[in-house]
């Protein structure tokens, strides 16, 4: 322990907390959870599933999470190349201003 640690007085120690960290975006997401949950509990039928050369009788519950995690990750991916891009752009715009102060 450093000294300045020991030579604090902890009745000096004040806790201090702005709110209890429940954001709106806290309470939506956690209301989206809930009805993902529900959505999936109520749709535990199997039904047909064909893709290509492939079928096979699947839970309606696997189909949604399924199709939840592909858009999920082409949203990523989007959004990786489109970021990339505008940091190319950016990259290129400030080149140009510094070329053209010469």
Do not use: C
């Not at 509990?41 to 189909?63: G, K, M, W």
């Not at 082409?74 to 102060?101: C, D, F, K, P, Y």
Request: charged fraction near 25%.
């Amino acid at each position: 322990m450093a000294a300045k640690d020991r030579d604090r007085d902890d009745s000096e120690v004040v806790n201090r907390y702005a709110g209890t960290g429940v954001t709106p975006t806290v309470i939506a997401l956690a209301l989206l959870a809930i009805a993902v949950v529900i959505l999936l509990a109520q749709n535990t039928a199997s039904v047909p599933f064909q893709f290509l050369t492939f079928e096979a009788d699947v839970p309606l519950y696997v189909l949604f999470l399924v199709t939840a995690l592909g858009a999920s990750l082409m949203t990523v991916l989007a959004s990786a190349i489109w970021r990339r891009r505008r940091r190319r752009a950016r990259n290129e715009h400030e080149e140009l201003e510094r070329l053209r102060q010469r």
